[in-house]
């Protein structure tokens, strides 16, 4: 972003919807090419894939084109298929989701010295980096109710004693990695370990947590669950690394 800029935003979408009209898409761009700006960002695309001449992102862009202003447009989430590529115009700077080339690093290690690295926002710099106790609230049957000990649920550790320890739980069942991070503290729990959901694999999310707390891969997971079930006093820690 230049020094200074005069940034400029045209509402085109419903409050509290995802309905964004057409007519109110290429008004907005229209009004925004009267209005003089220089670079026009559009993060949204059609649901299908339509002739150019029918797509108003297009049509307006077109027009912001001819009269010098660049258009830079998100790909959509879509994908990988044939006609999942939203704003493909050969006039439209069509962006796509990446990466940073670094992370704000945390790691899980174990008592049997592996390591495993995640990542987390919430950095402590007091946190004690000797071995504490490690429980996995899932690891006694597939029940209903062990699910949901799995998930770190509201209200599911209440009967089990984490108090003082780290809790491994997984990725899922319908709430947020915060969410799960209040039940552990809620219930004694010093800090989280959060294991993936196969479908999420190897990708990891540096999150607010609001207790000490790293976010490793399904693999990682699988690993550390096994060394649960195998160790007679499983223990573990959170080492904190920052970028």
């Known amino acids: 972003m230049a020094p200074n800029a005069h940034i400029a935003m045209y509402k085109v979408c419903a409050s509290g919807t995802r309905e964004c009209y057409e007519s109110s898409i290429l008004a907005a761009m229209d009004i925004a090419i009267e209005d003089g700006v220089d670079v026009l960002s559009l993060s949204l695309g059609l649901d299908s894939t339509v002739s150019f001449f029918e797509d108003p992102i297009a049509i307006g862009a077109f027009a912001a084109t001819q009269k010098g202003v660049f258009v830079s447009c998100s790909a959509a989430n879509s994908g990988p298929e044939y006609s999942t590529l939203s704003n493909e115009a050969p006039w439209i700077l069509t962006v796509g989701a990446s990466t940073i080339d670094r992370k ?19 950095q402590p710099k007091d946190f004690p980096q000797q071995l504490l106790p490690l429980v996995y609230a899932g690891s006694n049957g597939i029940s209903s109710q062990n699910q949901n000990q799995s998930f770190c649920l509201p209200g599911s550790l209440k009967n089990i004693d984490v108090r003082g320890k780290v809790v491994l739980c997984d990725i899922g069942g319908g709430v947020s990695s915060v969410v799960k991070g209040q039940e552990v503290l809620n219930s004694g729990g010093v800090a989280m370990i959060l294991a993936n959901s196969e479908a999420i694999g190897f990708s990891t999310f540096a999150i607010a947590h609001v207790l000490p ?31």
């Open 104 to 122: 704000i690093v945390a790691s899980a290690k174990l008592g049997n010295g592996d390591e495993f690295e995640g990542e987390t926002l919430f």
């Open 213 to 243: 707390a790293v976010d490793v891969s399904y693999a990682a997971g699988l690993i550390i669950k096994d060394y649960i079930n195998s160790t007679y006093n499983p223990t573990a820690t959170v080492l904190f690394k920052g970028t």
